[in-house]
């Protein structure tokens, strides 16, 4: 089969999509037919090697966590699914492996894939969406009538941040450049801040109840997110951490994106409802995932990438 793998640790041409050996399915597992993975920050972590210490993966190493496709060998001891069942779920990332034309999965880990939009394009539901409902709804608790910022609502997590928040009933506020603005707000951002133009610690805005923090910034740049938070708010960061303000009862949590299959069937529940949009701003093939990478380097990629396994 073809795969998109690394070799070494470097820059984006380390990427080699070549014939890697298909694996079978053991106890539990299921093999996949992969329509698609989709391009999440941490890929470029692994890729460079600067997650290493984090989450350390053995080389060589095939991308890939996020995966949509169809059963197409059960493993013993399966009976929840069915070959050509369609579903997605997410793939540990030190066992990457979904950026290829199969990958083998625990069965546990998938659920079915929603069937109001193409299945390719649900790669890009279970990490961004995951992280988004465990940052918006399990740690920020985020009701009716609260103000929610979100930070970098252009981006992957972002996208499904604005739309969590909207549906407990928030009013939310999204940084984001000129270039998703309109996206961002079809999605259902009541205000937008255009942080290319005017940084957000810089921008005079109301204090908010809830900061959902998706961007990656310098440690020190964080005092000035939990300012914007009012006396007795909530700072969650799926990036880098930040320090309460006790003086002024602001806390502040992270998120580590953890895989719950319950929390995953909620958001297909929610995309076949029509409540929620999986924003896929582009389809890339195995032989395009170069390009993403450094596109993503040069902060050139807007809400979700989907990398389809066929050619």
Same mark, same amino acid.
Request: hydrophobic residues 50%; charged residues 20%; neutral net charge.
């Given at each position: ?11 984006? !041409?380390?990427?080699?999509? !070549? ?6 399915? %053991?106890? *539990? ?5 992969? $329509? ?16 290493? %210490? ?20 059960? *493993?013993?001891?399966?009976? $929840?699914?069915?070959? #050509?069942?369609?579903?997605? *779920? ?6 990457? #492996?979904? &950026? ?23 790669? %890009? ?11 918006? @709804?399990?740690?920020? =608790?985020?009701?009716?009538?609260? +103000? ?9 997590? #972002? ?5 969590? $928040? =909207?549906?407990? #009933? ?7 450049? +000129?270039?998703?603005?309109? $996206?961002?707000?079809?999605? *259902? &951002? ?37 300012? =914007? ?5 909530? @700072? ?11 003086? /002024? ?8 994106? /953890?895989?719950?299959? &319950?929390?995953?069937? !909620?958001?297909? /529940? ?11 701003? !582009? ?18 990629? +807007?809400? =979700? ?7």
């Amino acid at each position: 089969m073809r795969a998109a793998r690394i070799h070494e640790f470097g820059a984006p !041409e380390v990427i080699r999509v !070549e014939a890697a050996p298909r694996t079978s399915p %053991g106890p *539990g597992e299921v093999l996949l037919l992969v $329509a698609a993975t989709s391009f999440n920050p941490i890929d470029a972590g692994l890729r460079s090697g600067a997650m290493q %210490g984090v989450f350390p993966v053995r080389l060589p190493f095939t991308l890939g966590a996020d995966v949509a496709g169809t059963v197409a060998e059960l *493993g013993d001891g399966v009976s $929840a699914w069915r070959l #050509g069942d369609p579903v997605i *779920g997410a793939v540990p990332v030190t066992r990457g #492996g979904a &950026a290829a034309e199969f990958v083998v999965v625990a069965a546990d880990s998938l659920t079915a894939a929603p069937a109001r939009i193409p299945l390719a394009d649900a790669a %890009g539901l279970p990490t961004s969406g995951l992280t988004a409902w465990q940052a918006v @709804l399990e740690q920020g =608790k985020a009701s009716a009538g609260q +103000r929610v910022l979100v930070n970098g609502g252009g981006g992957g997590v #972002g996208t499904f941040a604005v739309q969590f $928040a =909207k549906l407990a #009933g928030a009013t939310v506020i999204a940084t984001a450049s +000129r270039r998703s603005a309109g $996206a961002v707000r079809a999605l *259902g &951002a009541d205000e937008i801040v255009d942080y290319r133009a005017t940084p957000l610690a810089e921008t005079a805005i109301e204090p908010v109840d809830l900061l959902i923090n998706t961007v990656s910034l310098p440690a020190a740049a964080m005092p000035a997110l939990v300012a =914007k938070v009012r006396p007795g708010g909530l @700072l969650v960061s799926v990036t880098t951490p930040a320090e309460p303000d006790p003086d /002024r009862g602001v806390t502040a949590s992270r998120v580590e994106m /953890r895989s719950d299959v &319950a929390q995953l069937a !909620e958001i297909v /529940r929610a995309v076949d409802e029509g409540r929620v949009r999986v924003d896929v701003s !582009e389809r890339e093939r195995l032989t395009g995932l170069v390009a993403v990478h450094r596109r993503a380097a040069a902060g050139d990629l +807007r809400g =979700k990438v989907v990398i389809t396994s066929n050619e």
